[in-house]
């Protein structure tokens, strides 16, 4: 197994080693500064959402490319690619085509066995493309029947332009940052230093106040609370995909069909 075979890693560094800190300190004054002109009415509110969605997903992205030893520009094109997709994604109907730029650019580097820190560009084995395929079909599934039984929500049917854009958002920004860097990056690390129940717990921690501090996320009491459970369960499940399969194909696949799913929700 992952933690096993892995256990000579080097384990004396320090948790945060290689973060790319100056790109951090960028996006978030950039993000800041796009908000006060918001404010001011000197940005139009499509620029500001641009911002902050290449600040907030490519900060996650970048970073875990720099814990996997590659090169700062590598962490800047990746924040590039997304900036560029969350721009022109709203131009016409090809546009949220752009979104498939960084992970068909993440596919390269795979390839290339230069993402194998992050249990990306190894063998996958069947059986874990068919857990990762069940597993988000099965927590997707229970959301919309619970949701729609408890929470006031119903399922809908999103016309086919706006259920494309949000593939396109899952597949190239959202999906993809987070499981870069939550499980792929955070919980490999972690993992190589304590007990898979620590880091399992350390990344899924880290995941559900990703998206609890999210200003999409509704605020209602009982809406917060199923968003805990049902990511606190689909980020501790794909630790344990990572660590079971060693890739990261397979939690890829549960966390996107899960978003999609939970993007057939709307107000009843």
């Known amino acids: 197994m992952w933690a096993l075979e892995h256990s000579s890693a080097a384990r004396t560094g320090r948790l945060f080693a290689d973060t790319p800190v100056a790109l951090l300190a960028v996006l978030a004054v950039g993000a800041a500064a796009s908000l006060t002109l918001a404010r001011l009415a000197v940005l139009p509110p499509p620029a500001v959402a641009v911002a902050v969605l290449a600040a907030g997903h490519g900060a996650l992205l970048a970073t875990a490319l720099a814990w996997a030893r590659r090169p700062a520009t590598t962490a800047a094109l990746a924040v590039g690619l997304i900036a560029v997709a969350a721009a022109v994604s709203g131009l016409g109907a090809f546009g949220p085509l752009a979104y498939l730029a960084p992970p068909l650019w993440l596919c390269v580097l795979a390839r290339g066995g230069r993402l194998g820190a992050l249990g990306l560009g190894g063998p996958v084995a069947l059986k874990g493309v068919a857990a990762g395929l069940l597993i988000g079909t099965f927590l997707g599934g229970h959301l919309l029947v619970s949701a729609s039984g408890t929470l006031g929500l119903h399922v809908r049917i999103p016309a086919m332009r706006e259920a494309l854009t949000a593939l396109a958002y899952d597949?190239?920004?959202?999906?993809?940052?987070?499981?870069?860097?939550?499980?792929g990056a955070l919980f490999n690390r972690a993992q190589r230093r304590w007990s898979f129940a620590l880091a399992a717990a350390l990344a899924t921690a880290a995941y559900v106040l990703r998206y609890l501090v999210d200003p999409l996320l509704p605020m209602r009491v009982e809406l917060v609370v199923g968003a805990v459970f049902y990511l606190a369960l689909l980020g501790a499940i794909n630790c344990w995909l990572l660590w079971w399969t060693e890739s990261l194909v397979p939690g890829l696949l549960s966390a996107l069909i899960f978003f999609t799913a939970y993007r057939a929700l709307g107000p009843a």
């Not at 597949?171 to 939550?182: I, W």
Request: charged content about 15%; overall charge neutral.
């Open 171 to 183: 597949v190239g920004a959202n999906v993809l940052a987070a499981e870069c860097f939550f499980r």
